[in-house]
């Protein structure tokens, strides 16, 4: 079996890998859950997860066709992981989505509904539990009454000798992955068996780590980041058990996640920017000094924009348990190229590059001294492994950019998924993008922008995100940072700007999460100070400062902001007003 290589002559889907596992090594621990993040739980071998994907397969194809879309919606917990091979033991199409809240009509049940409009399923997986909790509520949504639920933890394991090989090919589709909807509505990107082994195969050769890979997540399973390179990379992988943990229990208590990496003697795991600045502003020193993580050699950090600041506040706070700064591990990639895009090379220092922003605003990059006005410091990302291509692009000319010069980001190769469901129009936009000079491509459009430097990939914003204020263009992030360094009581990546102005004349507008420690802060004082940084920093004026209740900042399952969804709630009056304490 050669996996790592990819080779013709291998598994040549991530079904085939787990039943080649089960053959060989049966009885080896695979997942195993930490109750509140703590207590060893539920445990899957290789074994019992193949034999419980067979059973859900079997079920599945006595009620479904190959081909046909089915939502799998499961709180935190091992259960997700048998649906998931199940779907793709039986040639069914998996749509993993955060489960909603049962008896509450919120964004997440518009956005599921809008989902199984938009795929065509009829099927819904899930825990007798959650499905007895929310078939109800799907009566209020048009074609809900018609959706069948499947209770897979209640399948009768017999069924797995009924099971029968559904002989898919490498371009079959394995997945369909929504898009978190950062800039939009979710999309479903279409992703192939062949997309799956190829990126799994490219984090595996970019990390290139010596020895078992051991490692511990909490990020959910229905996003691209935790299935693909949490689950599903540990069954690519196949060395050590991975140690899985709700998301929930890691934000209430950030100590729980580095407590297993430290008890385990885990050495990897994955997580979005914000995370590690949790862990910095919760972890009481007692804790602290109970941590060793000595051992840990790969801190994936991702979800942009990465900050330098993140990554030395961290590196500080934890050098004393044996955190070396090394181990971060800088990666950017999106769902329509399954996941990885670019990555660093495995114990390489991240490579941390100081800019003028009024350069960047003009598409130059220019650099500037790290405490002057005009300074932003980027955070390189990797370069592209195997035959992955990165090339940086005039979003309007579609012409090639040259390295130093800010532009969109394409890709090309076999990570690059399908294109979007039942949306031609946007897969050809997108997908099969081409230079417009030579014609070369097809390249996938990323709409982020960034620019190639030294070997990494440098990202700098997104184009729908961008802030167009008397011809000048403004990176929101820059204008958010500089807002939240005025007061100790301005949440860290808890904020938007954004630009709105329904009667032709734009408008800077800021909303900005307080913390509940604020207490009884001054905030027409604030709004002043807020105004006075940014008119110094960008020479911009506020329109207007509307501060938030805590957890009001509309956000994706991966961390990142959603300008969009903010702007929409601001125009409407909806977004939650701080109220004090």
Known sequence: MNISNHSPSGPRTIAEILQTRADARPDELAFCFLINGEEEGPRLTHAALDRAARAIAATLRDIAEPGERAILLYEAGLEFIPAFFGCLYAAIVPVPLAPPRAGRVTQSWQVLASVIADCQARLVLATGDLAA???????????????????????DGSHARRWREPGIKEDTLALLQYTSGSTAMPKGVMVSHRNLMHNESMIKTAVAHDGPLFGVTWLPLHHDMGLIGGVLQRMFYGDMPMFLMSPLGMLQKPVRWLQAMSRYRANTTLAPNFAYDLCVDRIRPEEKAALDLSHWSVAFIGSEPISARTMERFSEAFAPCGFRAETFYPCYGLAEATLLVTGGSEGDRPFVRTVSVEALAQGEVVAERADAPDARRLVGCGRPWLDQRVVIVHPETRVRLPPGKVGEIWVAGASVAQGYWNRPDETERT?????????????????????????????????????????????????EATVQAVHPGLRLNCGAAFETGPDGQPRLIVVQELARRCGDVDLTKLRGEIRKAVADRHGLHVDDIHFLEPGSVLKTSSGKIQRHACRAGYERGVLRAWRGT
């Open 431 to 479: 997908f099969r993008a081409c230079f417009s000079d030579t014609g070369e491509g097809p390249w996938l459009r990323t709409g982020d922008l960034g620019f190639l430097e030294d070997d990494q990939l440098f990202i700098t914003g997104r184009i729908k995100d961008v802030i167009v204020i008397r011809g000048g263009n403004y990176y929101p992030q820059d204008i």
């Open 133 to 155: 909790s929310l078939a109800k509520g799907f009566e209020n949504f048009p074609g809900g009454d018609q959706v069948r639920w499947l209770a897979t933890d209640q399948i």
